[in-house]
């Protein structure tokens, strides 16, 4: 069994090496934690950005006169991202209800059934069956996707110390970068395998290329199945659900060991519905750990029922759901800027059209997308959620603005650039954040709901803009489009003033201390 609370039990030895080190400056243990976390976002990015390149290979094999239908292209590329939203609603509930130990790695078994369910198509279908196929199997693939978020989410800043949180979470939703830029990557090495047949005038060689690319995600999640399936509750969720009773609780808050007694006082059974208080002394501070024994859903709406935490959540719904439509659109959109810049696929034979919209997707995440998350790890910790936040929206409007007035005048290598720093912004920006303060915001009895909600409503916005992208496009034009995209990024930055800055604050002791001014707790 894999053990990721326990990292040491001299409390403040440890907790003194802890604060010497830089926040990057990890454990072996938060290595292990951010590499177990870390595998769910990689499939997340994918999975989700492979269909750029599979979608080509499907006009080639099914569609080689007319190209894709772009309704079905469209539901093709939404499938996964529907899908996330059942996914993150079910998973975050389910991973307060019945913790997260419970939970964790069935969203992993979701992906690998709907991998090989979707590589499984019959060849004889014809392309509309096949495009169908592929659309439900990726609403199956984009629940086990979306489950991933609130339990990675969770299952990581349950563990972590507060002030390397940011960090650790970064680290975990850095792996999207590589998953896109390693799909890109396979994405050049499989054609170049098949080139001499492609070439030859065998495009149905094509059909087997989709299938390795979208199979091939089935390594990393067989990979780690069998840990997640082990992996032992956090410490800090089990006294949040203390039943009671005299024992001694060992609390990993942050990765140390905190030796807790439980008192049980005839004031605790008085009613099922009363809070719990579990005391325990940390030198010269003594903390309490509140455990509500009501079902999970009244102490969301009573918690949500306060306006300061409503309005918490309003911004990190509000804030993730604006920044994945204009994320979302611009991504599973490719394709649109590859043209601009000389990679659209658009001369040659197949083989051609083929290899260079996947070389135009490794470029383009390569230069920007990768690095912008790295970007937000160094500094996170230091400079905080909300400055990374607003200086996000606020830069991915300036490029889109630019993009948006001068993508039909400007040249290859301008345009190239600010697509670049568009996508660094991205992820050096609200990308990343929405994920962190979602994550941050509140406290261990009711986090994987919340971050499940707000991750659910982010998605919608991605969802929204793959059905819409292609018909604006068509209806209004690509200029148009990213001016929407600009008004988008603008009210994002807007919406962070909503949130609080969770860099250095634990919800837990800010939770027990609001409920203890309001009288709910002694």
Known sequence: MLDLDHFGKNYKQEEEAQRNKKPWQLTWPQWKLVGLAGVGFFLDAYDLFIINQV???????????????????????????????????????????????????????????????????????????????????????????????????????????????????????ANQGWGSFVGSLISIITLAAFKSDI???????????????????????????????????????????????????SMAEGGVEKHVEHEKTDKDVESQDSPRIVPHDDGDVKHHVVAVHRAHYQEFFAYFSHWPHLKVLLGTTLGWFLVDIAFYGINLNQSVVLQYI???????????????????????????????????????????????????????????????GEIDHIGKGPLLACFTFLQFFFNFGANTTTFIVAAESFPTRIRATAHGLSAATGKCGAILSSLVFNQLKAKIGTSNVLWIFFGTSVLGGLSTFLIDETMGIDPDEKDEAERRARGEIQ
């Open 199 to 249: 070439k030859a005038g065998n495009v149905q060689h094509a059909d087997k290329i989709w299938r390795i690319l979208i199979g091939l995600s089935l390594v990393p999640a067989l990979g780690t199945l069998y840990a997640r399936l082990t992996l032992p509750e956090s410490r800090k969720f089990e006294l949040t659900r203390a039943e009671g009773g005299d024992s001694d609780v």
């Open 55 to 173: 979608t080509p290979l499907l006009a080639v094999v099914y569609f080689p006169d007319t190209g894709l239908p772009n309704q079905m292209q469209d539901l093709v590329k939404a499938g996964a991202n529907i899908g996330c939203v059942i996914g993150q609603l079910l998973f975050g509930f389910l991973g307060d209800q019945f913790g997260r130990s419970f939970v964790y790695g069935k969203e992993l078994i979701l992906i690998i059934i709907a991998t090989i369910i979707c590589i499984s198509v019959p060849s004889y279908f014809t392309g509309n069956q096949v495009l169908t196929w592929i659309f439900v199997t990726r609403i199956i693939l984009g629940i086990g996707i979306g489950g991933d978020y609130p339990m990675s989410a969770t299952v990581v800043s349950d563990r972590a110390n507060i002030h390397r949180r940011g960090t650790l979470l970064t680290f975990i939703f």
């Open 342 to 404: 000389g990679y659209g696929g658009t001369t040659g034979d197949a083989w051609d059209k083929l290899f260079a919209v996947a070389t135009g997707n490794i470029i383009i995440t390569a230069l920007g997308f990768l690095p912008g998350y790295y970007f937000t790890l160094f500094t996170i910790d230091i400079v905080g959620r909300k400055n990374l936040q607003f200086m996000g929206f606020a830069m991915t409007a300036l490029f889109l603005g630019i993009l948006a």
